[in-house]
């Protein structure tokens, strides 16, 4: 069973629109959260960490955690042509495996159409 | 700054060479690794290391070693490289505790000919 699950996509949305991917764990005392963005032939870019229930602000990014439903979500507002990237979610499993390598989804490729 | 330096962009080896790929992080990491990343198979991690030369394998070590004889350095080598291993490989480095945000270097695009 794949410990980090995302929709492959891809997805598209239009120019404008908000964009919302979405990433399901199976540990659930894991304590951090993270989302990559990753242009195609580029390294993985940190955009955003959340540690904590609730919703976390960046400029036109929202990270949304729910530990009780076991998912976390990113937002992406005003979405623009240059957020066309695949998106990948990644989580610091708990203490009783290895807690100092992160487990990654397989990403969710997001296309913006102008 | 955050920054993970990989020693080169663009590789090209033949096969049975060895191979090095150097990761340097200015940021005072315990923790290093290298991920290969292929199309299709998302992120692979080989080998990490928490600490100045120790290391752990990870899902993918055949054919590689590692070595970290300095906190800011991690090595990742091919004993004799195969056309299998060409690939995008992908250093970060991260520390412990509250603030454990991973950053990747820029990459190493690998082809063994």
């Known amino acids: 069973q794949k410990e980090v699950e995302q929709n492959s996509g891809p997805l598209s949305v239009p120019e404008g629109a908000i964009a919302s991917l979405n990433c399901t764990y199976s540990?659930?005392?894991?304590?951090?959260f993270f989302w990559y963005r990753q242009y195609s032939g580029k390294s993985p870019e940190l955009i955003m960490s959340?540690?904590?229930?609730g919703d976390k602000e960046d400029g036109r990014f929202t990270a949304q955690l729910n530990k009780a439903s076991q998912y976390v979500s990113l937002l992406i507002r005003d979405s623009q042509p240059s957020d066309s990237a695949t998106y990948l979610c990644?989580?610091?499993?708990?203490?009783?495996?290895?807690?100092?390598?992160?487990?990654f989804g397989s990403g969710t490729q997001l296309t913006v159409l102008p | 700054d955050v920054k993970v330096t990989q020693s080169s962009r663009y590789l090209v080896k033949r096969t049975g060479e060895k191979v090095f790929l150097e990761c340097v992080q200015d940021?005072?990491?315990?923790?290093m690794f290298w991920y290969r990343q292929d199309p299709g198979l998302g992120l692979r991690l080989i080998y990490f290391s928490y600490d100045v030369k120790m290391k752990e394998k990870g899902d993918i070590p055949e054919g590689y070693s590692v070595s970290r004889e300095k906190k800011e350095r991690f090595s990742l080598i091919l004993e004799s490289a195969s056309t299998n291993q060409t690939s995008m490989y992908l250093c970060?480095?991260?520390?412990?505790?509250?603030?454990?945000?991973?950053?990747f270097g820029p990459g190493t695009r690998l082809t063994v000919t």
């Open positions: 970060a480095s991260r520390t412990y505790g509250s603030g454990d945000e991973q950053y």
């Open positions: 959340i540690y904590s229930n």
């Open positions: 540990d659930r005392v894991s304590q951090s």
């Open positions: 940021m005072d990491h315990e923790n």
């Open positions: 990644a989580v610091n499993p708990s203490l009783g495996g290895s807690a100092r390598q992160l487990t």
